[in-house]
């Protein structure tokens, strides 16, 4: 629908926020990472850029577009050791970038290659701006090559994913390394509308990827425990345990199913997503008694756009979701995420919103089964009773 021969388009996002935690510098609010680069004590407040984009669509042809989109996010970019005022994080990387073939009014199929979202489960919140964990646990960002199919209410999708371990939620082991040099992965997505009384729409829709994230082992070097003295406990000298986009023996594939309602300015959401086997280095041998488990995360979620009294309507959102990634009782069971938000557009693009977080556990990805670098031998860094009470105001501005 674009006339022009380029589109620039972008967003900024802007907090200010408090945020209240119970136990020292374990802060569970995945908007933020959750390294003591970020956040120190039990206290933290900021007022900061979350993210600004800025993209560029191109009309190159007949049926041909290319998309790029550059992304600064020194709240969430995984330059490690680095605060959000060092350079490594304040940089711009390209996000997205890829050639779509494709025009609907021609025919229903079409496809793209290059760097993109991968057509996993919804992902998708009611709320504001704090994604659900969901988005969190199985978001997929890839190298790849797409394929889909779009008529009337039925959309169909199918990635082929390059392999080894990629930017988001994919990861298949190419001859036992993470490195990315075989198209050995893929997910697939098939979801449908279905027009209700009046204005009313469900949508119904489920998906299947080949390598999650969740592959890795639990290493252990037994040669880098040091006791640091009589009667002291061992602990370990360098990272161990569940390293993040490290290379995996074997796959693991995941499923996901997810609904939408709408109608008349409310919508209701629900998706649940899990692996279909276990994710090995949830078992940590120094701690036998907590088995390995799968990695299942759902979300529930409810927004209203109501009439105050003002210009244009408020839109209030509550969601719950959970990421479940051990047994019972284990310190890295769980990590619950409670949102209340509300939303007032000013302008179509620009967006005022506030929310009030809650986060019950504190379950960081790399080393929740422990490993962590100057951690006790046997234990984890994640915890159970950990609690963190978020309020943010923000802004965001699309142009």
């Given amino acids: ?21 119970n136990e020292n510098t374990k802060f569970g609010w995945l908007m933020r990472h959750l390294t003591s680069a970020n956040q120190i004590g039990e206290t933290s407040s900021e007022a900061v850029i979350h ?3 800025l993209n560029v669509t191109a009309k190159l042809a007949d049926s041909f577009t290319g998309y790029v989109e550059l992304l600064y996010n020194p709240e969430q970019n995984f330059a490690s050791g680095s605060t959000i005022t060092g350079l490594p994080r304040n940089n711009v ?14 025919s229903p199929v079409y496809a793209s290659l290059g760097k993109m979202d991968i057509p996993f489960g919804l992902n998708n919140t009611v709320s504001p701006f704090t994604n659900s964990t969901n988005w969190h646990s199985f978001a997929g960002l890839a190298y790849g090559g797409l394929v889909g199919y ?7 999708r199918f990635m082929a994913i390059q392999g080894g371990a990629q930017f988001r939620n994919a990861n298949a082991p190419v001859e036992g390394t993470n490195v990315p040099s075989l198209l050995n992965n893929y997910a697939l997505d ?12 469900l949508n119904i829709g489920a998906s299947y990827q080949y390598g999650s994230s969740y592959c890795q082992g639990y290493v252990d070097d037994p040669s880098t425990h040091v006791v640091p003295g009589p009667g002291a406990p061992p602990i370990n000298t360098v990272a161990q345990g569940v390293k993040h986009f490290n290379a995996c023996e074997d796959n693991n594939d995941a499923i996901a199913v ?38 299942k995360t759902f979300t529930v979620g409810a927004r209203q756009s109501a009439d105050v009294g003002l210009a244009n309507n408020v839109d209030f959102s509550i969601e719950f979701s959970r990421f479940n990634a051990g047994p019972s009782g284990s310190p890295w069971e769980k990590q619950d995420q409670l949102v209340l938000g509300a939303s007032y557009y000013v302008a179509p693009n620009l967006n005022l919103f506030a929310e009030a977080v809650r986060v019950e556990g504190w379950v960081p990805l790399n080393f929740l089964s422990g490993g962590n670098p100057g951690g006790v031998v046997g234990t984890s860094w994640s915890s159970q009773t950990s609690t963190t009470n978020v309020f943010t105001l923000g802004i965001q501005a699309a142009f």
């Fill in 51 to 53: 993210s600004s984009n």
């Fill in 150 to 156: 779009s008529k009337e209410n039925m959309h169909l």
């Fill in 190 to 201: 098939a979801n449908i509308d279905i027009a209700m009384s009046g204005d009313a729409t």
């Fill in 1 to 21: 629908m674009l006339q022009s021969k380029l589109t620039l388009g972008g967003q900024i996002t802007a907090l200010v926020n408090y945020q209240k935690a």
């Fill in 258 to 295: 997810y609904s939408t309602y709408s109608n008349d300015g409310l919508m209701l959401l629900a998706e649940y997503a899990e692996t279909l086997k276990v994710w090995p280095g949830t078992f940590n041998p120094y701690i036998p008694e907590f088995a390995a488990a799968k990695n």
């Fill in 93 to 106: 990387n390209v996000r997205r970038a890829y050639i779509l073939w494709g025009d609907l009014a021609k």
